[in-house]
């Protein structure tokens, strides 16, 4: 088993962690970066809405930012999935990562950037088309599909906004309540722009010869010839190194997310936390935020105790 210290490990190699990465490099600060390689959007063939990067691939994406990392000599990357991490009580080391190859490194800071996963409806061949033709967010993909017959299938009554939101890109849209009761101010804006509301459950998504979308088969049979299908699944944060750590959480929406501030620092001294892994909203630009924030302020961090431990030495202490 190999022992390496590091300034900084990131457990997460996306959108934010690679960001912080950078800041930190660039402070030339010796960063070990450990990424599983599942990013939450690998699923999907292009990203939309990241400023210069518009209809770009994700994965794409995020072997640039490792290449530009290669740049800075301190900073490294390696693929692997850490099993375990701890506190440790010495000078200058905060915490010990184990990887399941049996690798242990040790870092004063650790940033966690191991984001979330979707656990989509229980409804046979959804899965399937995840990513391509089943979708979550209108601002990320709605454009692609504009003017076409798009199903919205509710999860909860809340997903009516989702529905309302892909009326502005289409005329062509039915909102499948999958038995939610619909509050008589949500029924109403529906039918006021014109959105069909379908009543009967969603219990198959139909594929076709070549893995396309053909429609979706109701309860009773009936199958809906449909383009695209919009959806919003449960948020999971792969948190469970923050849990080991006993990092506090905050219910919101039937989700525990760990607590940050805004420069991503949770309660547990020497950790932060950025991108999916704190909210589900976190978009690429917004991750890459995050995770750019969090750098700068771990770099801030790990100054201040360089400070306090020269002024220690100047003075013999």
Known sequence: MQRTGWDVIIVGG????????????????RVLVVDAGE???????????????????????????????????????????????SS??????????????????????????????????????????????????????????????????????????????????????????????????ARAGLEARGIEIESRRVVQVVGDETGGLRGIRLEDGTERDTDSIFV??????????????RARTMRQNGVDWVLVDSSGRTNVRGVWAAGNISTAQSSVPVAMAAGNVAGSDINKDLVEEDVRAAVAAASGR
Do not use: K
Request: with cysteine; glycine share 8%.
């Open 14 to 29: 996306g959108s934010a962690g690679l960001s912080a990465a950078l800041m930190l490099g660039r402070s030339r600060r």
């Open 39 to 85: 990013p939450r959007n690998r699923f999907s063939a292009h990203m939309h809405g990241v400023l210069g990067h518009d209809h770009s691939s994700p994965l794409d994406l995020l072997a640039g930012g490792r290449s530009e990392l290669m740049r800075y000599d301190d900073v490294a990357v390696e693929s692997g999935t850490v099993a375990s991490v």
């Open 88 to 185: 440790v009580d010495a000078e200058f080391i905060g915490f010990e990562v184990e990887l399941e190859s049996g690798e242990r490194h040790t870092a004063r800071r650790l940033l966690l950037a191991t984001g979330l996963r979707d656990e989509l409806p229980d409804i046979p061949g959804l899965t399937e088309q995840w990513g391509r033709n089943a979708m979550m967010c209108p601002y990320c993909d709605g454009w692609e599909v504009r003017d076409r017959r798009i199903a919205v299938i509710a999860t909860d009554a809340a997903n009516t906004q989702q529905a309302q939101l892909m009326r502005q890109l289409s005329p062509h849209i039915t909102y499948f309540t999958q038995g939610a009761i619909l509050a008589d101010t």
């Open 232 to 245: 919003a699944p449960h948020p999971v944060p792969n948190d469970h190194l923050l849990r080991e750590l």
